[in-house]
């Protein structure tokens, strides 16, 4: 994607275009800021597009350029990366997920975004922290984008989810996925359902990861909310 990109100092992110409609993707545990921007390129979008891509704010032991977003302390980083929890994070709600949902409230008072405007969304970790900040920001965002993510802190979610009614939501998950099970997908799913959020689903055959079902489910997804025409290249 040609541009310029640019970092703050709060709470790092490359970001590219301008308003009137802000894309917002969170990267995986593990990864780094730069994970998804080729997404970008891949789904061929055109229009007035600002694109956003925070940085986790926790350095990863062991990982080159590895950020995370929860846990925050390196006990827990060591035990959380063994992904010995990921099987069912349901009743778990670690502080550093409520932590990294403010961040990215203040990132995106910074940057002005119109939470009507605006369709957020992230991978895996990122989509967590997504859904954590849709479920606790002021205003109602135009879409949100779950990809591999999986239900966390059931109980509190259950109860903010009624914020959710009628927010159109995209989410995408794999039927053989080792890390993030589709199951735990499928009760997230039934969480946000069951509190009036309009859920389009996508399940393909594969593992944790955006494949070509979930890249074109997305897309499709941003062109609808952000009103582009579909791309003729």
């Known amino acids: 994607m040609d541009g310029s990109w640019y970092s703050w100092t709060m709470i790092d992110f490359l970001h590219h275009g301008e308003p009137p409609f802000t894309v917002i993707l969170c990267h995986g545990f593990g990864a ?76 995106l008072e910074h940057l002005a975004v119109d939470h009507s405007r605006c369709i957020l969304g992230g991978f895996s970790q990122g989509a967590m922290v997504a859904v954590e900040t849709a479920l606790t920001a002021g205003g109602r965002f135009a879409g949100i984008a779950i990809l591999s993510g999986s239900l966390i802190a059931a109980d509190r979610w259950t109860r903010l989810a009624h914020g959710l009614r009628g927010t159109p939501v995209f989410q995408s998950h794999g039927r053989g996925d080792p890390l993030l099970p589709y199951s735990q997908a499928r009760r997230l799913y039934e969480v946000l359902t069951g509190a009036g959020a309009e859920v389009a689903f996508t399940a393909f055959d594969g593992g944790h990861g955006i494949p070509a079902p979930a890249m074109t489910g997305l897309a499709a997804f941003i062109r609808e909310r952000s009103f582009l025409p579909p791309s003729t290249a």
């Open 32 to 107: 780094d800021m730069h994970d998804l921007i080729p997404i970008t390129d891949s789904m061929q979008m055109t229009g007035p597009l600002r694109w956003v891509f925070p940085q986790a704010p926790v350095p990863l032991p062991g990982y080159p350029s590895g950020r995370a977003w929860f846990p925050r302390t390196a006990p827990e980083l060591e035990a959380f990366a063994s992904g010995a929890s990921f099987h069912d994070l349901s009743q778990t709600d670690p502080p550093g997920l409520r932590d990294s949902a403010e961040e990215v409230h203040e990132l």
